[in-house]
């Protein structure tokens, strides 16, 4: 092969490769979760040392009522419509074109409000600003809604409103029900997933294992186990938003004992899947207005960031009862089991039981996504 033929091969090369990455650019970018999205969606910030300080306060206050002395006539009383707050929580995805080119064919594939059975929350309707193409469930009641944009010249934005309006009620599980056969569930059956071990709630780990046996050793009754690892959670966890095992997941915090609200529910949770109990994780927020003597009122057209009320506690299943919430953050300065099998605010706000990721799709263009939750005046 002489020089001549060694250089057209190269540069022959060269324009195969300079067309195959024209051809991948062409197509478009896949991104999930962008950075400020990231930010905005699963970061748990300060304003929570706020609320617990009020939990401590009202604890002290309050008078201690231990967890097995919690009554109820029915199942129905678990959800008290006279007591329950009517919320519009409201999402804004923004998409902005940041990039000196126009983007196009712009897909992108929102996670939505759940469907859900906690006992607590109920979804009235929904609302969306933009039709989407089509609504996907997936794994444990998870759903998606995916939108598309023709789309979005230089510096130019395009914004998507969802609309869940919700009532909220306060919760004090009937234990007295529990272990019956109690036709008031209405055959609902819970998805066995909730006994396997997953992401961040790894209750296969032999450590994990090893922890739940030893703290359970003496107990055979579900209830007095969930109640003891709760206690447990709570004693070994020390609060801390700097912790280097911050949303880290069960081992992590078995091992490093700091944490945030996310992994003191996932100790919680990986703890109970390996003793047997069906549990799992319940992402949302924390509604600050609940927590006043009296009702807020947000004015119509008016919204009230939850910027800061990012939050994660637990759940877990109890023959005759049903799904049981289990808040170990919030019972941290207190001895009291305030929020054990109880919710005595209408303060959590649920959206899924399963974090999902914002993708995005498009050509051209550089996008970028900005994730805001408030709550609007009805």
Known sequence: MNDKTVNKTKILFIITAAILLLFLFA?????PFPANFRAGFAKEYTVLDTILQKEAEAAKAAPVKPAK?????????????????ERNLRVRVQVLNEGETTATDIHLEVPLLGNLDSPYQALIKETFSLKPLEINEQSFGSRTAVFEIDSLAPAETRTIVFDYFLSIAPLEANLSLYGTKSELLGGHHPDPAYL??????????PEIKAKAHDITINLADNLEKAEAFYRFVIE?????LNSPCRN?????????????CEDYAALFVALCRAEGILARTVYGYLDPMSREETEEI?????VQTLTGCRHCWAEFYLEGLGWVPADPTLNIYSPDLRYFASLPQADHLAQNYLDQ???????????DVT????????
């Open 69 to 85: 002395n919690l009554k109820l006539e029915t199942w129905t009383e678990l959800f008290h419509q006279e007591e329950a707050f």
């Open 196 to 205: 396997l071990p997953a992401k961040k709630v790894e209750s296969d780990c």
């Open 248 to 260: 880290c997941g069960a081992l992590a915090a078995l091992h490093g004992g700091t944490g945030v």
């Open 236 to 240: 070994h966890m020390q609060y801390d």
């Open 298 to 302: 947000i004015a119509p057209g008016k």
């Open 357 to 367: 990721p914002l993708r995005m799709h498009f050509k051209g263009g550089e996008l």
């Open 27 to 31: 197509r478009g970018e896949d991104k």
């Open 371 to 378: 994730w805001e939750v408030g709550l609007a005046g009805l």
